[in-house]
T-cell receptor
């Protein structure tokens, strides 16, 4: 079975502060990990995937197989980063398993 | 990328009735997925809709409750049958697009159902 855990329902930070959204997973094989984001009144969309090893909107995420984690980080939070963030795992087949999501609120 | 349109965007339904949600994609896709997002919870995969074959349901979801049609490569419907208040949820259609399986899902805006 595959499982994704996001321990924080809500994360509140000040503008300019570092952000770390936690994600842990459980999967016996070699996983593909993703972060999806949903801004207010917009549809859910892909933010980044671990395979690409890219930085999107200043966000990065490193897959740590030893700790089975895929935390999302940004050094300096911006107001426009306020959104709902979902970590997702793709194991065997085409099925994506999502975490429960973390609401990020960036305060001025 | 893929652009997905879902109808209805929201509805209020009476207990015991059924509602069909439509999902239209602007390009041909092999697989379409139906997710449910209950209040305060994560997205849960209901089933994978395959063109030309029966849908594949996830554990806890059955065809009698959530019949799915996939008449062609750009369209699918999900019916929520004999609804109860527990079925109040956002139902999302999604697809994987492109020539290669990148794992990226494109989502519709969702259909918010409230069952009274």
């Amino acid at each position: 079975a595959q499982r994704v855990t996001q321990p924080e329902k809500l994360l509140s930070v000040f503008k300019g502060a570092p952000v770390e959204l936690k994600c842990n997973y459980s999967y016996s094989g070699s996983p593909e990990l993703f972060w999806y984001v949903q801004y207010s009144r917009q549809r859910l969309q892909l933010l980044l995937r671990h395979i690409s090893r890219e930085s999107i909107k200043g966000f990065t995420a490193d897959l740590n197989k030893g700790e089975t984690s895929f935390h999302l980080k940004k050094p300096f939070a911006q107001e426009e980063d306020s959104a709902m963030y979902y970590c997702a795992l793709k194991g065997g087949g085409n099925k994506l398993t999502f975490g429960t999501g973390t609401q990020l609120k960036v305060e001025l | 990328s893929a652009v997905i349109s879902q109808k209805p965007s929201r509805d209020i339904c009476q207990r015991g009735t059924s509602l069909t949600i439509q999902c239209q994609v602007d390009s041909q896709v092999t697989m379409m997925f139906w997710y449910r997002q209950q209040p305060g919870q994560s997205l849960t995969l209901i089933a994978t809709a395959n063109q030309g074959s029966e849908a594949t349901y996830e554990s806890g979801f059955v065809i009698d409750k959530f019949p799915i049609s996939r008449p062609n490569l750009t369209f699918s419907t999900l019916t929520v049958s004999n609804m109860s208040p527990e079925d109040s949820s956002i139902y999302l259609c999604s697809v994987m697009s492109g020539l290669f399986d990148t794992g990226e899902l494109f989502f519709g805006e969702g259909s918010r159902l409230t069952v009274l």
